[in-house]
């Protein structure tokens, strides 16, 4: 089996100081993502994905019981794969590995833990985006909290269409945003998220300096 120099910057305990990324409840793809290519890069990957199961310990030559010699390999590049795995795992990720003793098994066992965890955050971030409005926060605020939503979706690998963004963020803005929303939808139906919020905030901006300027109503009566 062919494994990297060791004068490579990832080889040996180097590459315990590549893995960024901890798996937890919320970042289960990003993690497959970032695991995968490690297991790739030292010749790993096999172990994970099931193309390389262990071979039989003993194997029976001339009538004789004999340790097999493809063993042993096997079962150091699979401890190698497991110290990679059990590394890469949070306080809260490392207990759905336990009891499984080969790479392959635990990393089906992460995977059966948390990729319906994903599909179950995917599912509540997008309830959030179509759900979110600004109510009494101002635009910018509303923004930042949209936009944490956005992002965090692309992250775990569910990137929001563009047309999609600004229909939600329309729609957050509310009925106090409904004549400037009609207007530029009108004017450019194209227009990207970041120039939504930059109009919007504009618009409030200007809203606010029109209604400051107009006398109170005590000093209007008198």
């Known amino acids: 089996m062919a494994s990297p120099s060791s004068s490579d910057p990832l080889s040996n305990n180097n590459i315990f100081h590549s893995i960024q990324i901890r798996l937890t409840s919320s970042n289960y793809l990003v993690w497959a993502n970032q695991m995968t290519s490690l297991f790739e890069y030292q010749d790993l990957l096999s172990h994970i994905d099931g193309t390389s199961p262990a071979p039989p310990k003993t194997i029976t030559s001339d009538g004789k019981t004999i340790e097999n010699h493809l063993f042993k390999p096997w079962k150091d590049a699979d401890r190698k794969a497991v110290i990679l795995l059990n590394s890469s795992l949070s306080e809260e990720s490392f207990p759905e590995s336990i009891g499984f003793s080969t790479a392959r098994d635990k990393w089906t066992a992460l995977t059966a833990a948390y990729s319906n965890a994903l599909i179950e955050r995917v ?21 930042r909290r949209f936009k944490a939503i956005i992002d965090h979706l692309a992250a775990i ?20 945003f409904e004549t400037f929303s009609i207007a530029l939808r009108a004017a450019r139906p194209n227009i990207s998220l970041r120039d939504l919020q930059a109009q919007a905030e504009n618009h409030e901006i200007f809203s606010l300096s029109v209604q400051g300027s107009q006398p109170p109503t005590t000093a209007f009566s008198a």
């Open 123 to 143: 599912q509540n971030l997008r309830d959030q985006l179509h759900s979110i409005a600004k109510g009494n926060s101002t635009v910018a605020d509303f923004g």
């Open 157 to 176: 690998g569910h990137p929001v269409d563009e047309s999609d963004k600004t229909h939600s963020f329309f729609r957050g803005l509310g009925p106090a």
